[in-house]
């Protein structure tokens, strides 16, 4: 998309172009009774240039549309010094967790918590699976205090919400950005950070399901890939 800046310098280039061609004209009318010869072959060379001319400032004008952005990963790398960047966004290690849970019919609103999270982990990948568990089933994927903190939900859909595990089994899905609440642009922030908090909680969270709108019996199974920093 053009910018108002990009957009005017076309506009005043085209004008300018449409104004030598004028000027041009002018001076080719008076000249070609005097010169015919002469006022053909300025012709054809003043059209050849003023395309030229029209061509490379309008190629120009062109540079200010185009963007040249950095990631703050290479922002840092190009820094003099090299600003080293936080390990939990390069080359930081992924690590992971896997758990199943059995689900026993337990009815809508019964919660299931897989992993325990720390809050400055940044996370990187939630990915979610299970059998046909029930008709009309469907389970949101968030983040809960630990028993320890209060049990209490953080966020119910914070990773994925009304995923569908009615008509059949759900094929290991990647969850992470599901619900929109950690958006992509979260994918920087450590935990406590994308969930908004305005500092490190410094504690454990659970990652968890909850039937939301019926009982379900069946496996589930979530995996969570993480990045601690170290």
Same mark, same amino acid.
């Given at each position: 998309m053009? $910018?108002? #800046?990009? /957009? @005017?310098?076309? %506009?005043?280039v085209l004008v300018a172009v449409m104004v030598w061609t004028a000027?041009?004209? +002018?001076?080719?009318?008076?000249?070609k009774p005097l010169a015919p010869d002469l006022a053909a072959l300025l012709a054809r $060379?003043?059209?050849r240039h003023t395309e030229r001319w029209a061509m490379g400032l309008l =190629?120009? &004008?062109? #540079?200010? /549309?185009?963007?040249? *952005?950095k990631s703050t990963? +290479?922002?840092?790398?190009?820094a003099t010094p090299v600003d080293l960047s936080d390990a939990r966004l390069s080359h930081g290690r992924v690590r992971e967790m896997v758990a199943i849970i059995e689900a026993a019919g337990g009815d809508a609103g019964s919660t299931y918590r897989f992993v325990r999270v720390w809050s400055g982990w940044r996370i990187s990948g939630v990915y979610f699976a299970s059998d046909d568990l029930n008709t009309n089933a %469907? +389970?949101?994927?968030? !983040?809960?205090? %630990? /028993?320890? $903190?209060?049990?209490? !939900? &953080?966020? /119910?859909d914070f990773f994925a919400s009304a995923v569908n595990v009615t008509s059949a089994a759900v094929a290991e899905t990647n969850v992470t950005h599901e619900s929109g609440a950690f958006d992509i642009d979260d994918s920087e922030k450590p935990l406590w950070q994308a #969930?908004? *908090? %305005?500092?490190? @909680?410094?504690?454990?969270?659970?990652? =968890?399901?909850? @039937?939301?709108? @019926?009982?379900?019996?069946?496996?589930?199974?979530?995996? +969570?890939?993480? &990045?601690? =920093?170290?």
């Open positions: 053009k $910018n108002a #800046l990009t /957009a @005017s310098l076309e %506009t005043l000027i041009l004209a +002018v001076i080719l009318w008076l000249l $060379n003043w059209a =190629g120009m &004008v062109a #540079l200010f /549309a185009a963007e040249n *952005l990963l +290479v922002t840092n790398a190009d %469907t +389970v949101d994927i968030g !983040v809960y205090q %630990t /028993a320890e $903190n209060g049990g209490a !939900v &953080v966020d /119910a #969930l908004g *908090l %305005t500092e490190d @909680s410094k504690r454990w969270y659970d990652i =968890g399901a909850i @039937s939301a709108t @019926s009982a379900i019996t069946g496996t589930m199974k979530l995996r +969570v890939q993480y &990045v601690d =920093g170290t």
